[in-house]
């Protein structure tokens, strides 16, 4: 598989020149498998810069962890809805009463849109996540619940030898520290284990955390230990908050390095998540494949 950025902030999306290394676009991650397919991981602001990559792509699956906004807020600027010869697989949360299409249709319609889900041009379908596995191209897909405000989903996709998981919003450690937790009563754990890559988020610094307990998103020792326990084989932090600066977010990152290496982690498997970063992954782990990569733990501001 191989992935890219293209939105990496939490909550809002915050551009400007104090977050242009990281980047301003909230979540939106690009997947391709092995045989050309494209997977979409939400459909933040940074989805309308994906858009012209698209281009030639018949079939795209898009799949939403939940529907807060800056997770579906860009889908109206995804240009191939606007192509007629392109089809379009929403994948989304199950919840009670309403259907996928009619709840993401409360955002795609007036007044906060001017263009309703039945005008778009392409071949919009909508599917809720089933409860067992299911198949996209070569990969197998498997989304679970997660601990996070409203209905919210993780995802395990895994391609011949290599996995990915994705969860952007995730709160797994509250009310317990994870440490002392056996891992069946662990969110998100199973999808997690040993997988080749991780996404998790990391909203919060560790002194920060204290004042949004059970707001959704984790500190960053709580997403460490999280992904120490479940063994990923590489980790990127994801969903910055839109108050950090890239000053913060290199010295949360030389911070997160020494804890990561306190628990045992290598150095070279732990790095921030950065718009535009495109990543390699394998069965053995994540290569990054372009300069657009955080600098590891100790190399910031260099």
Not at 132 to 160: K, N
Not at 250 to 269: F, I, K, N, S, T
Request: glycine share 10%; with cysteine; aromatic share 6%.
């Amino acid at each position: 598989m191989r992935l890219r950025i293209w939105g990496a902030r939490g909550s809002i999306p915050a551009p400007g020149p104090r977050t242009a290394r990281y980047g301003g676009n909230t979540s939106c991650v690009q997947v391709t498998l092995s045989d050309g397919s494209v997977l979409v991981l939400d459909a933040g602001s940074g989805i309308r810069d994906l858009g012209p990559a698209c281009d030639g792509v018949e079939r795209i699956h898009i799949l939403l962890t939940h529907l807060h906004l800056d997770h579906i807020q860009g889908l109206l600027f995804f240009a191939p809805f606007f192509r007629p010869e392109t089809e379009i697989v929403i994948w989304g949360p199950r919840a009670p009463g309403r259907s996928l299409r009619d709840r993401i249709g409360r955002y795609l319609s007036a007044p906060l849109s001017p263009i309703e889900i039945r005008s778009l041009p392409a071949k919009v379908s909508f599917r809720q996540c089933p409860p067992d596995e299911w198949r996209i191209g070569p990969a197998r897909i498997r989304a679970a619940p997660v601990r996070h405000r409203g209905p919210t989903l993780g995802f395990r996709i895994t391609d011949a030898d290599s996995s990915l998981c994705y969860l952007p919003d995730h709160e797994p450690a509250l009310g317990v520290p994870l440490a002392e937790l056996e891992p069946d009563w662990i969110s998100g754990f199973a999808l997690a284990e040993r997988c080749s890559l991780l996404l998790h988020d990391c909203q919060y610094a560790d002194e920060e955390y204290s004042e949004r307990v059970g707001w959704g998103h984790s500190r960053v020792s709580d997403a460490l230990v999280f992904a120490r326990r479940s063994a990923a084989d590489h980790v990127l932090l994801f969903h910055h908050d839109p108050l950090h600066t890239d000053s913060d977010l290199d010295q949360l990152h030389v911070r997160a390095g020494e804890r990561w290496a306190a628990l045992g982690g290598a150095p070279d498997a732990l790095a921030m998540a950065t718009e535009g970063a495109e990543v390699d992954v394998r069965a053995d782990g994540a290569r990054h494949t372009n300069g657009a990569a955080a600098p590891r733990a100790g190399q910031a501001g260099r």
